[in-house]
């Protein structure tokens, strides 16, 4: 069988690194149809919108997406519909990709790399699963509105709407909890429920659904804290479940500590595990093109399309033991360089990820 | 001119920290009128209320609050409208305490304390400007309802308001800008302007208010890349102005950089000046009553107060320059406690300012 791959390789350093990642998919010898199709700032050139129609139908009508990036400050003008951004929230919509994991991992030959202290980050291994469809990210309604009554009569103001219904905690519940399953059986659900009555409902729900996963321990943490449990001591997470807005604010933070988000994938789930796989850093329009990026959070996002949308763990493995094979030997592209290892461009970068495969 | 200073000690270590920076105030020699009431958990044991009318009126006819802390795990089970944190809800809405402003200051003597490299952080000062009357922390209509139409329809949906008028941004852009005037002149303001109305809303106004303040340096940064700028280089910031949501998870994270929450005050104003002063860290159930809690950051929150709301600047000064006395003279409470140092106890500490003040 025929997998069909949409390859976007959006703007900025999406291109290079995209190109790296698909040379390392093309060579595992399986059947795959990888077709690209202009997405971000890139599509807007061309088509005037950052998600063309012809972009999503390729989108909606394969397997898995492999995403680069998109973005850079030249778009910042457009209004907010056109802006590259929209894509990436409007392929989550469309596709319903509503279970996002990002893990945040230190490989221990990278522990410098942190501006922690190694003997607090070095090793970590956690995994954020963030709600990716819902909260205060699509909540109607919304907008600019002008005040009928109250203190501030008369005067605008900016306003948003936050929810969660049901279903859409429980579905990604049971994503959270799984993943916990199947690592450290600890489940870290983070909420603002001393404030907010979304974050209590989410809470209601998660411990009614944890009555389904007796082996996984759940605990609690408002978002506030969490945001200081991670800088002070990281490895005591397992997987943290929590929504859009906190996910968004909180996966991002984890990966810093790892000071190599460079080495960063990420997955955004359906129902059906049709997949988004990209990697957690931007589009660094500052160096796109000069083949300095790494390559290798695109290739690891390659090994989570193949473990979770094409139900491929052993090439997943394969790929990531590439991964740790060519860090063992010392290469590194120039956001990880340091004295005593051999700095690598994209292309060297991808060339010896190819080799390392077994 | 007497000043009347209300003292809401609260719970777990509230009462013994607070009783240091009390000592203290009155070693000034100043015509203060100090008068205590119970809040948190402490007034619900008391009165059935964590903020009982009495402590209210008393919090309102005084020119300052002395804050302790509030919450223990033993009201985890009251309805959220009687646990100890509402209290502080409460002060804050009732006495329209919108500017809060929590300084992350790392003292050179501590470096070793963060979880972060010592070059990352050591010398650390920076400002977060808070928003804390507005946002989704108050906004109306919020609660749990059924829906009954869309794709969930019939089910349960937890959902509340995020909003900000235009006088609310631009008051705390105002006291952002002119805290940055006295420092060093940049002030970055974060938010989420890609995804929420809310946000897009705060940035044009902030840029609108900017123009009266040719003086200082405006950037902006979405609330995700702030999270991580502040692991990976803390010092890159002088001044953060952003709303109570997002406040209130990177004032926390910003605290956490230190490695010593125990040193650090927070001050919450009205228009008018009048203030409630509190530790940035919490009640700290498990070591209350036992005399080894820090006061420091009670201490300096007593100094923040002598300045904000008491036009005594010298006096913030003299406190100040005490605690950095005894911090010189290498003496620490339990929680700073390292080899070289000597460990001393909550009165000890309190001992050791009132020795040092000049
Ligand atoms: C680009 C932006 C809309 C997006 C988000 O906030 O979700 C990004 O920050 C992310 O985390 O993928
Ligand atoms: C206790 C809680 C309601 C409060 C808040 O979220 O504002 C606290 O976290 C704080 O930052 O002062």
Redesign the pocket.
Known sequence: MTHKIAVLPGDGIGPEITEQAVRVLTALGLDLDLQTAPVGGAAYEVQEHPLPASTLELAKGSAAILFGA??DWKYDSLPRELRP??A??GL?KALGLFA?LRPAILYPQLANASSLKPEVVSGLDILIV?E?TGDI?FGQPRGVRQLDDGPFKGERQGFDTMHYAEPEIRRIAHVAFQAAQKRGKRLCSVDKANVLETSQFWRDIMIAVAGEYPDVELSHMYVDNAAMQLVRAPKEFDVIVTG?LF??IL??EAAMLTGSIGMLP?ASLNASNQGLY?PSHGSAPDIAGKNLANPLATILSAAMLLRYSLNEAGQADRIEAAVQAVLERGLRTADLYESGTTKVSTTEMGDAVLKALK
Do not use: F, T
């Open positions: 998109v973005g951004e929209q990436i929230l989550r996002n963030r990716l990210y859009n996910g968004d996966s991002d990420s990209e």
